[in-house]
């Protein structure tokens, strides 16, 4: 019988999925054949992403921490505190004295369109309270209903008065937390009697525990708070105030953009009213609060950037790394790449073969990164934090960008040592003696 002839035709052709297949085999075995390098040069990859990670999450955290700490005063609130005027305007004299009035709070909302809110407020502290548990010495403060929301007194027990009890001037009161204790020691302060001046006031809420770390009147927990058409009925401004006159007027922008435009209408409306310079300052003094977040945000955004660009050298020192290892495996294995190329491999595959390499330490190493900072995060994250810090908080965007930098410094360690593999010349390569 004939022997069967086999021609190169009938062998199998190795398809692109073996080819790859094969290549990843290589890659692994090559990588698990240097285990202390690779891991060394992993680790610089790792530390330079959980840097960035970590080093914005602290960032963030303080900028939110702050953000939460400032609330507690107020929504993006403008306390605008009357004075005394310091420039001469329409004939008047300077060096007068301003005080807000009831007609005013109408006027500058209409003048105002970049505002959302500006109400009054009026408060006493001489008002004798007591309950019939117990006497206090506490501050008594009225508002609109909107000064609730505005001023983040958010609700624990009951409710905050509303536009119904500023309409029939209902004697109601709104207890903070502290002078709830004080005046209905072990009790449920809701539904009891409280008695301002004697004049009886029925408790309709209390607020919810407060963490507040400034204010221009004293901590919200040691007050009470009740409807301004009450206020005024029964404890009127005292002198050199009038029946008309009250303390402050609390406006609020209708966004932050808004804020400075909003300022600019209440002065000039005010100044208007009260014959006074728009521009001066001293007749009319603010204290800005969406101004001092604004100033904040930006120093803590500095902070975050400054803290993610050492990251980012970090990062790059270990791409730098994953090149030089890169490198020294070229020079290792320059006889195996002049074999392979002798028997036929095309410059292509070994191209593929050494960026596959520096390709997988990187993105290995970034996942691993990735996973211990976002552990590291959770783990922070369960201890008690400061008041002015919301813990380690990474964002998805400082996620999105650090593989974003981390696949930018892999091609670059990965490339320029592939290319260099790909073009060594079989002939020399086979002459090369290791160490030489």
Known sequence: MAPTRLTFGSLPRPTEEMILRDLIGDVLRTLWAHKLRTFLTMFGIAWGIVSIVLMVGAGEGLRVGQAKVAETLGKDVMIVFHGRTSLQAGGMRAGRVVHWEDQDVGAVASASPDCQ???????????????????????VTGSFPEFGYIRSLNVGDGRFYNWEDEQLGHRVAFLGTDAAKQLFPGRNAVGENL?????????????AQKKQDSSYDGWD???IFVPFAAMRRDFPDRPPGTSTTFDQLLVTPKSVAQHEACKHEVRAALGRMHHFDANDKEACPIWDTVEEALAFRQMTNGMKYFLGAVGIVTLFLGALGVMNVMMVAVRERTREIGVRKALGAPARVILKQFFLEALLIAWLSGGVGLGIAYGIC????LAPMPDFFAGLLPTRTTSVLACGLLGGA?????LYPARKAASVDPIEALRFEAGS
């Not at 809110?117 to 506490?138: D, K």
């Not at 008695?195 to 607020?207: A, E, K, R, S, W």
């Open 117 to 139: 809110y500006a109400i009054p407020e009026l408060e006493q502290e001489t008002v004798r309270t007591h309950s019939n548990y117990n006497n206090a010495a506490l501050l």
């Open 195 to 207: 008695y301002l001046n004697d004049f009886p006031y029925t408790v309709i809420g209390v607020m």
């Open 221 to 223: 927990a040691n007050k």
């Open 378 to 381: 959770y783990l922070v994250n």
């Open 410 to 414: 892999a091609v670059l360690a990965a």
